[in-house]
């Protein structure tokens, strides 16, 4: 079975210094990983998307991902944190063979703090 | 660009009282998904449909029914509602490729509370 772990709970920056949520995933297949962000009280919006295509993904407002078959990785990074980065970030798998119907199986969940 | 639009925004129910939660995806798109996020937790898949049809089902209580209407747009019908049915309940909508990898887009949520 699918899964993803996120490594920390919670991660906190200084605004300015990068920005690393680390994620591992489990998956007997070629998964389709992605990550979304959801800010208090709002929905989750798409950062980036992984189908195996480019190792390297980029996303919006300055954030990529890089797939790391070898070591079942898929890191967030962002090289410089902005306040408005402040939220909850989720690692996202998708994709497991013939029997794959495209749900979702989220992380436990990253919180962000971004202190100025 | 048009979103994901779900309502109501907000519910409050009773105990054992019945809701329906709607949900209207992006124009084209023919993948609707249903998540369920408690307090303090990540989103659980629930249900989801494609071209009308339910194409797979999660933790979803017996309780609890949903479908696609021939316009695209989803019903989610809970009953006898419980205290722990209080969740942020999230609609997502996709068009189906064929490798199963469409991106989907979440519409802001139907917080429902359950006294």
Redesign the interface.
């Given at each position: 079975a699918q899964s993803v772990t996120q490594l920390d709970s919670h991660v906190s920056v200084s605004e300015g210094t990068p920005v690393l949520l680390r994620c591992n995933y489990s998956s007997s297949y070629s998964p389709s990983l992605f990550w979304y962000v959801q800010h208090p009280n709002k929905g989750l919006q798409l950062l980036l998307k992984y189908t195996s295509a480019a190792t390297l993904v980029k996303g919006i407002n300055g954030f990529e991902a890089e797939f790391k078959k070898s070591e079942t990785s898929f890191h967030l990074t962002k090289p410089s944190a902005h306040m408005s980065d402040a939220a909850e970030y989720f690692c996202v798998v998708s994709g497991e063979g013939s029997g794959n119907t495209g749900k979702l199986i989220f992380g436990q969940g990253t919180t962000l703090q971004v202190k100025p | 660009a048009a979103g994901v639009i779900q309502s109501p925004r907000h519910l409050i129910k009773e105990k054992r009282e019945t809701a329906t939660l709607k949900c209207y995806p992006i124009p084209r798109h023919d993948?609707v998904?249903w998540?369920q996020q408690g307090p303090g937790q990540?989103?659980?898949?629930l249900i989801?449909f494609?071209e009308k049809m339910q194409?797979?089902k999660?933790s979803i209580p017996d309780r609890f029914s949903a479908q696609q209407f021939s316009d695209y747009h989803s019903e989610l019908n809970m009953s006898s509602l419980e205290l722990g049915d209080s969740a942020l309940y999230?609609c997502?909508s996709?068009v189906?490729d064929k490798?199963?990898?469409?991106?989907?887009?979440?519409?802001?949520?139907t917080r429902l509370t359950v006294l």
């Amino acid at each position: 079975a699918q899964s993803v772990t996120q490594l920390d709970s919670h991660v906190s920056v200084s605004e300015g210094t990068p920005v690393l949520l680390r994620c591992n995933y489990s998956s007997s297949y070629s998964p389709s990983l992605f990550w979304y962000v959801q800010h208090p009280n709002k929905g989750l919006q798409l950062l980036l998307k992984y189908t195996s295509a480019a190792t390297l993904v980029k996303g919006i407002n300055g954030f990529e991902a890089e797939f790391k078959k070898s070591e079942t990785s898929f890191h967030l990074t962002k090289p410089s944190a902005h306040m408005s980065d402040a939220a909850e970030y989720f690692c996202v798998v998708s994709g497991e063979g013939s029997g794959n119907t495209g749900k979702l199986i989220f992380g436990q969940g990253t919180t962000l703090q971004v202190k100025p | 660009a048009a979103g994901v639009i779900q309502s109501p925004r907000h519910l409050i129910k009773e105990k054992r009282e019945t809701a329906t939660l709607k949900c209207y995806p992006i124009p084209r798109h023919d993948t609707v998904y249903w998540y369920q996020q408690g307090p303090g937790q990540d989103p659980q898949f629930l249900i989801s449909f494609y071209e009308k049809m339910q194409s797979d089902k999660g933790s979803i209580p017996d309780r609890f029914s949903a479908q696609q209407f021939s316009d695209y747009h989803s019903e989610l019908n809970m009953s006898s509602l419980e205290l722990g049915d209080s969740a942020l309940y999230f609609c997502a909508s996709s068009v189906r490729d064929k490798t199963y990898t469409d991106t989907q887009y979440f519409g802001p949520g139907t917080r429902l509370t359950v006294l």
